[in-house]
């Protein structure tokens, strides 16, 4: 049995091998690749790079200029001219030939043969009198804030504006707040509005705020000058 089996194996195997000799024989040889060309490397110069200069120091700052001494040459005085001579004063009387004295030169006068008087000298230009001086400002108004006063202004005399005729066309309400300034007094010296409205009611408010007559603040017992604020209110009903 076991000589059976040795047989067929050797049988297989030489089949085997002359197939494979068979298939190696019927393959076509692969084409030869032609060799590629040597690489041929150079080595190029490599530049060094060019030394850097260190930066040149800068120059030394030019010498502060020196300064300038001015010497101041104190002139002379002119020599003052010598004083003009005297006039000659009095008469001169040469002896003429008729026995006569003829009366000649000047006298303190003037001239004696102009009417036998002497001129009198100009009288001196007077000064200029000095500009009179600007008249002083006024005063600055001083009042007295309306929280500070005991007893704040009362009307009166109270004037009640003149509402424009346009106002009351429109059938609406309004409300405009005079600032009057109130001296010692009880007199308004000045007004200005701090709430305005249309219609020309400011000019109306103004006018009767202007026109009142006030009884004055009072701290304590003494009349102050103060800003007292208005309220008009303005309303039309049909």
Request: charged share 20%; aromatic share 6%; hydrophobic share 40%.
């Amino acid at each position: 049995m076991k000589a059976w089996l040795w047989g067929a194996a050797a049988a297989v195997s030489v089949t085997a091998h002359v197939a494979f000799a068979a298939w190696v024989e019927a393959r076509e040889p692969a084409p030869r690749t032609q060799p590629r060309p040597p690489v041929v490397m150079e080595l190029a110069a490599v530049a060094r790079p060019k030394p850097v200069e260190p930066p040149k120091p800068p120059p030394p700052p030019p010498p502060p200029p020196k300064p300038v001494t001015i010497k101041k040459v104190a002139k002379h005085a002119p020599s003052a001219p010598p004083p003009p001579s005297a006039p000659k004063v009095g008469l001169d009387a040469p002896e003429t030939p008729g026995g006569l004295a003829v009366p000649t030169g000047e006298t303190p006068d003037g001239d004696p043969n102009a009417d036998g008087q002497g001129t009198e000298p100009a009288p001196p230009t007077p000064p200029t009198p000095p500009a009179p001086p600007a008249p002083p400002a006024p005063p600055a108004k001083k009042f007295v804030p309306i929280y500070e006063v005991t007893q704040v202004p009362r009307a009166r005399r109270r004037v009640e504006p003149e509402i424009p005729e346009a106002f009351r066309r429109a059938q609406r309400e309004a409300l405009v707040v005079i600032e009057v300034e109130i001296d010692v007094h009880g007199k308004v010296t000045g007004a200005r509005v701090l709430r305005h409205a249309d219609y020309g009611l400011d000019d109306a408010a103004l006018a009767a705020a202007k026109q009142t007559e006030f009884e004055p603040a009072l701290m304590g017992t003494t009349p102050v000058a103060v800003r007292y604020q208005i309220p008009y209110r303005f309303q039309v009903r049909g």
